[in-house]
């Protein structure tokens, strides 16, 4: 278990690092202060500190479920799928300012993350709650570039 906890931990902190690389200045970058975001903006601190633990978490459900899975090609198949969703949200939105594409991007994400959350509930029964502050931060993040979207 503590073999698979630190591959998981070390592949998804590479893709918040990945995606960090193509924030940049991120949120107090002149153009996304600029932008007209919704009254539930959490305060910038909220982000990393979310992304923290959302990726502790998934790492602990990914290395209980990956014994648990006998079809292991199509959980690596999703969790890669995952992987690039999530690195590429970053440089969509920060980077190269594609509201548009960026919430194509998590919008993707938030249902592939669904998925995992609903596909393997009864492989991991009580464990399941691990995905769920992963799932529903993408619901929220999700909410914040439609409105971003909207409003600009």
């Known amino acids: 278990m503590i073999y698979r906890l630190i591959i998981f931990l070390v592949i998804n902190f590479g893709a918040l690092a990945v995606g960090g690389f193509f924030t940049g200045k991120g949120v107090p970058s002149d153009w996304y202060s600029g932008l007209a975001k919704a009254p539930w903006t959490p305060p910038g ?7 923290t633990t959302i990726m502790i978490c998934f790492s602990v459900y990914m290395a209980y479920l990956w ?35 960026g919430l194509i991007i998590i919008s993707g994400l938030t249902i ?9 509930w009864p492989d991991l029964k009580y464990k399941t709650i691990l995905i769920l502050p992963y799932f529903i931060w993408l ?8 409105y971003i979207l909207l409003k600009n």
Request: hydrophobic share 65%.
């Open 67 to 101: 014994p648990v899975i006998t079809n292991k090609k199509f959980l690596i198949a999703l969790f890669i799928f995952q992987w690039i969703l999530n690195v590429s949200w970053n440089p969509a939105f920060f980077y190269y300012h594609h509201v548009l594409l």
């Open 45 to 51: 601190w909220v982000f990393g500190f979310a992304w």
């Open 139 to 146: 619901i929220i993040a999700t909410s914040l570039n439609g």
């Open 112 to 120: 592939l993350v669904g998925v995992f959350l609903f596909l393997y």
